[in-house]
């Protein structure tokens, strides 16, 4: 139901726009407008890492991103956004956007709905 894409390898100080679409919303328990989106990263043997999350009117960013990547959301588009700027080598992951129905949440564990995750790789 969540499907990312705009992943793909671009050089160190490049920039990537990810989305996230949602297809179909009968599995959410509220409107989409109503949903908490997040959005984390896991690299090779690594935890999956909160970057960023958006509700209805709070944002946060995490912080080995702040100031680089901004998130934002489309609720005519049901799309949540993450703009990537100045991008490391360090940055290199897979990317998953996360839904819940709940309030915005920055650990992993909380949120319901999972995309498959689109690969990013930033290039020295």
């Known amino acids: 139901q969540l499907v990312e894409s705009g992943g793909g390898l671009v050089r160190t100080g490049g920039s990537l726009r990810l989305s996230c679409a949602v297809s179909g919303r009968s599995a959410f328990g509220r409107s989409l407008d109503k949903m908490n989106w997040g959005w984390f990263r896991q690299g090779p043997g690594t935890e999956r890492e909160f970057v960023a999350a958006i509700g209805e009117n709070e944002a946060y960013t995490g912080d080995s991103v702040k100031g680089r990547f901004t998130m934002s959301r489309d609720n005519v588009d049901n799309t949540v956004y993450l703009q990537m700027n100045s991008l490391r080598p360090q940055d290199t992951a897979v990317y998953y956007c996360?839904?819940?129905?709940?309030?915005?949440?920055?650990?992993?564990?909380?949120?319901?709905?999972w995309g498959q995750g689109t690969q990013v790789t930033v290039s020295s």
């Open positions: 996360a839904a819940r129905e709940g309030r915005v949440a920055l650990t992993p564990t909380m949120y319901n709905y």
